[in-house]
């Protein structure tokens, strides 16, 4: 009955925000007073602001607007305003300390949890589905890789633990053709997906090559080896000039060895596994790594296509292997492992082309901008997606280990400045395909 259909989707919003919360305790609870309180790089904010700010959102969308209560504290809300305060400021504010933070979320969540038991979960636009609860998930998730990024870049001993990833196994080749189609990009009808990811639109996709693993840090390495940091040829003018200016020479936490590279990953210094997906490169060390290899970076549509069309059906699917929600058979997501895994780890993920590992393991850097799909509407608020339409943006899809299976539905859209390295991202190579190869 409906009734019971509502009853249960609660209980699945009750759920989610509580591994949600889990999430955030654990990497906060991870480090002292004193560490959550500090800068560990300019890039980002101190942990204990993206607690707050997480609390925050959700008193403003939860409490405040779904709920129509009173305010827990309206004297903070400029101070967990992200569009008020660069991230290098944060630790300079009067913020709230950890302990009264942690006291603040949960203050908020109490009162969530009963507003959710009040709510009709339809009628108005923002409560459908649950929707206002899905985008606050997915907001305090989308924080909680932020602050795995944070933990990475912090100084020390390792805090942070998990069993390693599946073992790899060889592909049976090493690109697919993706033949000439249109297919649906985007969503109209996934009740949890964010503006950004709206409306469904059907968008033609010329034939290509797209690689079945991402680039690994054995390709990787080839690229330094054959020195193509210190050829310009590989790079876009502005590439070039930021690694001039950066001085990059390789992927952010390689450490040169006398008999090859190690990694700094979460405050152990290891060898680098030849079969992982290469992480912590920005866009223009992508795309000279496409460039030397004869190929280029796939664009969003072509990606998405990848990752969603069924050519069996001419469907597109919620995820490559179908409709079903990720397990971990599936993708490596939910920050289950502390790195990528090895290519060909996740059969049971492959699309119905035989494309590995599109979702988890990293975040993909593609050859597009960010700009609202024909008939984008903001929703709830502008500032989520179209304050950066149009700006120093590329597209960034498929979601890293970091990522939670809240937010890993292939057509959930990410961005960050093609010049960031702290996120979870490699990238995958494409390449035209030519009149010869289709005949
Ligand atoms: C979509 C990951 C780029 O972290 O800036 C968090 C998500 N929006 N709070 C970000 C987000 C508001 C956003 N990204
Ligand atoms: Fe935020």
Redesign the pocket.
């Known amino acids: 009955t409906e009734t019971a259909g509502i009853e249960q989707l609660r209980t699945r919003v009750a759920e989610q925000l509580e591994r949600a919360r889990a999430r955030s305790i654990a990497l906060t609870d991870a480090v002292d007073d004193d560490d959550l309180v500090r800068q560990h790089s300019k890039l980002m904010s101190p942990l204990v602001w993206d607690l707050a700010h997480v609390g925050n959102q959700e008193e403003l969308w939860l409490v405040r607007d779904v709920g129509g209560r009173e305010p827990v504290r309206c004297d903070i809300d400029n101070l967990y305003d992200?569009f008020q305060h660069a991230r290098a400021d944060r630790p300079a504010l009067p913020l709230l300390p950890p302990a009264e933070a942690r006291r603040y979320v949960r203050e908020v969540r109490d009162k969530v949890l009963d507003v959710l038991e009040r709510s009709p979960l339809e009628g108005r636009r923002l409560e459908a589905g649950g929707f206002a609860f899905g985008m606050i998930v997915q907001?305090e998730q989308?924080?909680d890789e932020?602050m795995l990024a944070t933990h990475q870049l912090r100084a020390g001993a390792p805090v942070l633990h998990a069993p390693p990833p599946p073992p790899g196994r060889p592909l049976p080749a090493a690109e697919v053709l993706i033949p000439a189609a249109s297919f649906a990009m985007g969503t109209s009808i996934d009740a949890w997906a964010l503006d950004n990811e709206r409306p469904a639109h059907e968008v033609f996709v010329d034939a290509f090559f797209i690689d079945t693993a991402p680039v690994t840090n054995a390709a990787y390495a080839a690229f330094i080896e054959a020195g193509g940091y210190d050829d310009p040829r590989w790079w876009s003018e502005r590439g070039w000039a930021y690694r001039q200016h950066a001085n990059l020479s390789a992927p952010r936490f390689w450490l040169r060895a006398a008999d090859g590279w190690l990694r700094r990953r979460f405050g152990v210094v290891e060898p680098i596994p030849p079969d992982e997906p290469v992480v912590h490169v920005c866009f223009h060390e992508a795309q000279a790594y496409a460039a030397w290899a004869g190929r280029r970076l796939p664009t969003e549509p072509e990606w998405e296509k990848a990752a969603r069309f069924d050519p069996a059906t001419g469907r597109s699917r919620r995820y490559p292997w179908g409709d079903e929600d990720p397990g971990p058979e599936h993708a490596n997501l939910g920050q289950r492992h502390l790195s990528p895994a090895p290519v060909g780890a996740y059969p049971a993920g492959a699309s119905p082309a035989g494309v590995h590992q599109l979702v988890g393991d990293v975040w993909e850097w593609l050859d597009s901008d960010f700009h609202g799909y024909p008939g984008f509407e903001p929703f709830p608020y502008r500032e989520?997606s179209e304050a950066f339409f149009g700006g120093d943006y590329k597209m960034l899809r498929g979601g890293s280990f970091g990522t939670d299976p809240v937010a890993g539905r292939a057509t959930f859209r990410?961005?960050?400045h093609p010049i960031r390295r702290q996120i979870f991202a490699g990238f995958r190579c494409a390449r035209d395909a030519s009149p010869e190869e289709l005949a």
Do not use: E, F, M, V
């Open positions: 992200a907001h989308q924080h932020t989520y990410n961005w960050d």
